[in-house]
Structure formats: structure tokens, C-alpha cells
């Protein structure tokens, strides 16, 4: 184990040649799965001698068939399932299939000894990668192989906090945020007990106290308890995430902010992680819970090392929350990269798919630049992370849901997948919804299923795996990522949500008609680049074929020209022609399949 940083060998380390960073990111489409919840390495056809076998409709359930396996299954996810990283290597053929060109992963990082953290934001030792999930050889074979099918890898790393490494004096349960500095007993052992002095130069094991050693300064902790106010300042800087150890990384304003030692040593453990296994990015997490001057700090140092090795889009994703105006000044001041899940972005594109808010409301996200002080909506276009599933997802009353568990999901994952893939953003799939996976309940678990089966399997199942690339969206959503890849326009065009009529002559934006609570009708956008104009639509009707003409840009094309369909969820459709016609401008018919997805492109 290397004990501190001066033992990373850096020198070494950046002497081979890098893998170079994608020339646009929003070329890419990223995939996040959670390390322990994705694959043990033993589903029948993907791993060698391995004997799980395929998930099939009849599995569905049989691991809660009583009470008591209802509770054992329950209870398997609470605790780490036994995902890792030679398990997901064998599936990089499986994800290059269905058309993703860039995996984000959980964090991969040592865990607490003491505490079931299978989703790795509980870090112990920064340099060493959790045996849960496998070695770091395992970890730069893996970015090998990936690197070798032509597909990125990023890792989802924390700044803002530590694991539980020490316990608060008097109160081994934390204590709540007041503003004043709390006492703390000393540094957990592999056990939990803080039973190891709370000071430098001390004599820990492996699995106690924090490291590398330069970690186990006090100073480098708030030591201010427990947030309970996650909108109030100074709280949510300075507090504990829950039993999570807030580091100190700082202070003073962002232009002339003084980074801690803790901080600067952070810089090197992620300069490092670059260095041994080849990474393409990082997804930084919690940055709501950062000064703006430690993510600018960290920001430039990661970026500056990623240049200097040959990686010069090296590519900082920040998990930042507020509105559009505050995401993107946090982007903009801090040098992130790109933000992640904006402006319910997430919720905007559900409702939309599902009919329950006028489409506006998703593609307006997207339209006002001049709410973040840019001429043009392209901005957009890779410096937003856009998704409608993930690990943390809270739908309305706080319930833990994924789109499929509810309102026709089931029906309309297809609509929902093609509306992210082909719109304005960087598109991230969340492991399993190629699948369907339907998780839902009261707790982060029931969203984070395995995909390999074991005790949690998904779909309330049990030793069934769910790597199937015969599944009907699975092979359609390949389809369409194909076609995103040959067409720049649809990766970086201007993008305009398109107004619609049934009858030729009357045209409005899709939107609710006849005192309908629901919007049944085809959703139709361009992506514009240059003289180029595609045409995309999702049917939102789950039970009906839909038509509707479709409004083009009046200045780009003639009438008697036509647009050719390149895909449709009917087979029957590709290659059918539209003609242009002079309404409303100019416009075209099309036909989209019940909770289907249409691309045309002019002839």
C-alpha cells in the first residue's frame, strides 16, 4: 500500500504516452453505473464458466414470492452485492453495442471498513482502490480494454468530503452543524471505534484512521458536524455530509482564495489516478458544498497536468445544482467543464415524454442564452450532462423512483432515451434503462438494482442477469446512437422544438388540447447546423400511430423538395419519403409509431 504521496512515483508514471481526449464531448454518449450494482463477472455468455443465467419475463419477482424473501432481497441492498471491475470489463463489447463511447463509473476509491459504502462515497484511502471492486491493475485493465474498443473512461471523484474516519467527542452518532468547532475523540479503527489519536505521525493500519498519511492532519477537517440545512451558508460549506467528514479545503473569495494543504494534496491524489490508469475525466461530486475558489483551484491544476501528458480536453463534470444562471456562472467562473443535471433538466424531460407538461418547459431549458449571457443555445450543447435516471433520483413526496416504475414509463423508455440522445446536451444513459429496469421505493437501493442478479437483482428478482442484447430497446436505442454518430448535425446543431397541425392549415406548438390533463401527440425538433436541418419526433400516444405536419425553417428548403425518414421504431417507414409544402411556412408530414421515435433528413 503507498503510505504517502511522495510514494505515488509521478515521475515514473508520466513518462508513457496518454490516450488524447476527444475532440468534442458532445460527441460522446456517457453510460453511469454504479461499480457494485453493474456485474460479478460470472452471467452466463459474457464471463468465462460463468452460470447466471439470463433474465427472462417468468423471473420477474421470484425473489420476493413471501414476506421473508421480500425482507432478505430488501435487506441485499443495503449492503455491497459484489459488482467489480473484471466484471465490467467483460462487458465493454456489450456496451460498445448498444453505442456508448464514454463509461462513468462510481467511485472506485478504498471504502470505510466499518461501513456497508457499496456506493464508494465513503472514502478511507484515496490511492487505493476499494478489494470490493478489485485491484488497481484491475482498474488500468480495464481503462486498457475500453481505451481499445474506442470507448472514454471517467471516474466519479469526491473533493468535498472524507468517510467516516473519526468520531466527534462524546457523540459516536455526529452532531448537528451550530457554526462552532466540535472536540472529536480520535480516528475510527477498522472496527469504528476512534480509539486512534487525533493527530499526525500516528500508528494505523491499513484499514484505520484515513489515508495517505498527509490525510491524517486534523487541519485537514471542519470538524463542525452533521448539515441539517442544506440551503443555509456557511452550512452547507462547512458542514458533514450526514456521517461523511467534511475536509477543509480553504477560504478567502475566488479570485484570491488561499487552497488548504488538504486541498493541494487532493490535486495530487487525481493528478495521480490520471497518471496510473490513463482516466478521461472526472465527475466531481457535491460541488454545491465547495467554495468556488477551491473547484477553480482544483479545476486548474487537474487541467494543466491533463495538458501537459497529451490530454488536452481532459473533461470536469460537476455535479452542481440551482438554476441555469447559477450552474452556469459556477461553470464559467470555476473552469468546470460541464454541469450535471441543471435546472431540472431531468424532471422537464420525464414530463415531457410521459405528457404531463408542455414541451416547452424541457426545450425552453435550452433556449434562453441570454440567461447566461451567450449569443447562441449551442453553448448548451457540451456543458450540460443531460439524463432522466440516476442514483439519487427523488420524484415527487421524496419517493426513490426510475422513469419505467410508473405513468406508462414501461411503454415510453424508447421516447424517453431518443429524446436525450438526440437534444441539445451530453447524453448519459443510467445503467439499466436499456433494460427497463423499473426500481422504485422509499430508499436509494430500490433505484440502484444489479444488473448481474445475486440477492437484488432487478425487477424484484434473484440470480438472473439482465445483459440482454436481444431486448427490443436495448437493440433500438443501438440504432439510434448509430445514427447520432453519423450525423454532426444532430451532436451539435441548433436545436428548435417545431410547431405542429393536424390539418395542414392550423399550427401551434404541441400542447394540451381538448381539456385534456394529458398530451398525447407527436413532439417534434430540428437540429440545425449550417445549411442542414434534421427532423426529429417522439409519438408520446403509447397506444396510437400518430401524423402531424411539421413546421420547417422557411429559409432552408424549397416546396417540392422532400425529406427521407432514416429511422422509425416501425421498420416500415425507413425510406419513406416527405414532401415540402408551403404551410405555414414550410412543412412536411410525418408519421411517428405509437410511443415511437422518427429522424428525417432532406433528400
Given amino acids: 500500500m503507498i503510505k504517502t504521496l511522495s510514494d505515488t512515483g509521478m515521475a515514473d508514471l508520466v513518462s508513457k504516452k496518454f490516450t488524447p481526449s476527444p475532440a468534442a464531448w458532445e460527441d460522446q454518449v456517457l453510460y453511469f453505473l454504479m461499480l457494485d450494482r453493474f456485474s460479478d463477472n460470472n452471467e452466463d455468455g459474457f464471463a468465462a464458466n460463468g452460470t447466471t443465467p439470463l433474465f427472462t419475463v417468468n423471473d420477474n419477482g421470484n425473489a420476493v414470492a413471501s414476506e421473508q424473501d421480500a425482507n432478505a432481497w430488501s435487506d441485499a441492498g443495503n449492503n455491497f452485492t459484489g459488482g467489480n471491475l473484471k466484471g465490467l ?9 448498444l453505442g456508448i463511447t464514454t463509461i462513468w463509473i462510481s467511485p472506485v476509491f ?18 487505493e482502490t476499494d478489494p470490493h471492486f478489485g485491484t488497481k491493475e484491475d482498474l488500468k485493465e480495464l481503462v486498457e480494454k475500453a481505451h481499445a474498443a474506442g470507448i472514454y473512461v471517467i471516474l466519479d471523484i469526491i473533493l468535498n468530503h472524507s468517510g467516516n474516519v473519526f468520531s466527534y467527542k462524546g457523540n459516536t452518532h455526529g452532531l448537528k452543524w451550530n457554526g462552532s468547532k466540535f472536540e472529536a475523540e480520535g480516528f475510527n479503527d477498522a472496527a469504528g471505534q476512534p480509539v486512534i489519536p487525533f493527530s499526525s505521525g500516528i500508528q494505523a493500519q491499513d484499514n484505520d484512521a484515513v489515508w495517505p498519511m498527509e490525510f491524517q492532519e486534523p487541519d485537514c477537517f471542519t470538524q463542525k458536524g452533521e448539515i441539517s440545512n442544506w440551503d443555509f451558508f456557511p452550512e452547507f460549506l462547512e458542514g458533514d455530509f450526514f456521517n461523511l467528514k467534511d475536509v477543509f479545503l480553504g477560504s478567502g473569495n475566488i479570485d484570491s482564495y488561499n487552497a488548504s494543504q488538504a486541498l493541494k494534496n487532493l490535486c495530487h491524489v487525481y493528478k495521480y489516478w490520471i497518471a496510473f490508469a490513463d482516466i478521461d475525466g472526472y465527475r466531481v461530486d457535491t460541488v454545491k458544498h465547495m467554495d468556488p475558489g477551491a473547484a477553480r483551484f482544483f479545476a486548474a491544476g487537474i487541467h494543466e497536468f491533463a495538458q501537459k501528458i497529451g490530454k488536452e480536453n481532459f473533461y470536469l463534470i460537476g455535479e452542481i445544482t440551482g438554476s441555469r444562471r447559477d450552474a452556469f456562472n459556477t461553470l464559467e467562473t470555476t473552469g468546470l467543464d460541464a454541469a450535471l443535471g441543471i435546472a431540472d433538466i431531468q424532471e422537464k424531460m420525464e414530463k415531457t415524454v410521459k405528457g404531463f407538461v408542455h414541451p416547452n418547459e424541457y426545450f425552453g431549458l435550452f433556449r434562453n442564452s441570454l440567461l447566461v449571457g451567450k449569443e447562441s443555445h449551442t453553448w448548451f450543447r457540451n456543458k ?44 448519459c444513459v443510467y445503467y439499466g434503462s436499456e433494460q427497463c429496469f423499473d426500481g422504485e421505493g422509499g430508499a ?43 450525423r454532426v448535425t444532430i451532436r451539435r446543431g441548433r436545436q428548435y422544438l417545431r410547431e405542429i397541425s393536424g390539418d395542414g392549415i392550423h399550427f401551434g406548438l404541441p400542447g394540451f388540447f381538448g381539456g385534456s390533463n394529458e398530451i398525447r401527440s407527436i413532439i417534434p425538433w430540428s437540429r440545425i447546423m449550417d445549411d442542414e436541418e434534421i427532423v426529429l419526433a417522439i409519438n408520446t400516444d403509447f397506444n396510437n400511430e400518430l401524423s402531424a405536419w411539421v413546421t420547417l425553417d422557411n429559409d432552408l428548403h424549397n416546396t417540392g423538395e422532400s425529406f427521407r425518414c432514416i429511422y422509425s421504431t416501425n421498420a416500415g417507414q425507413i425510406e419513406t419519403t416527405a414532401t415540402i409544402e408551403a404551410r405555414n411556412g414550410k412543412a412536411i408530414q410525418v408519421k411517428v409509431p405509437a410511443a415511437g421515435f422518427g429522424i428525417y433528413v432532406k433528400n
Fill in 89 to 97: 470489463t467483460n462487458k465493454i463489447d456489450y456496451l460498445k453495442g
Fill in 110 to 127: 478504498k471504502q470505510v471498513a466499518f461501513e456497508n459504502s457499496y456506493h464508494g462515497y465513503g472514502i478511507q484511502n484515496y490511492l
Fill in 384 to 427: 450540460v450532462v443531460t439524463m432522466f435516471d440516476d442514483h439519487d433520483k427523488v420524484s415527487e413526496g421524496g419517493y426513490k423512483t426510475r422513469f419505467c416504475a410508473d405513468n406508462n414509463g414501461d411503454k415510453l423508455i424508447l421516447a424517453a432515451l431518443a429524446l436525450n440522445a438526440t437534444t441539445l446536451g451530453i447524453p
Fill in 444 to 486: 436509494d437501493r430500490y433505484i440502484r438494482e444489479t444488473m448481474f442478479g445475486g440477492g437484488f437483482g432487478a425487477f424484484r428478482s434473484k440470480e438472473r442477469h439482465c445483459f440482454n442484447t436481444e431486448q427490443q430497446v436495448y437493440k433500438e436505442l443501438s440504432k439510434i446512437l448509430s445514427v447520432r454518430k453519423e
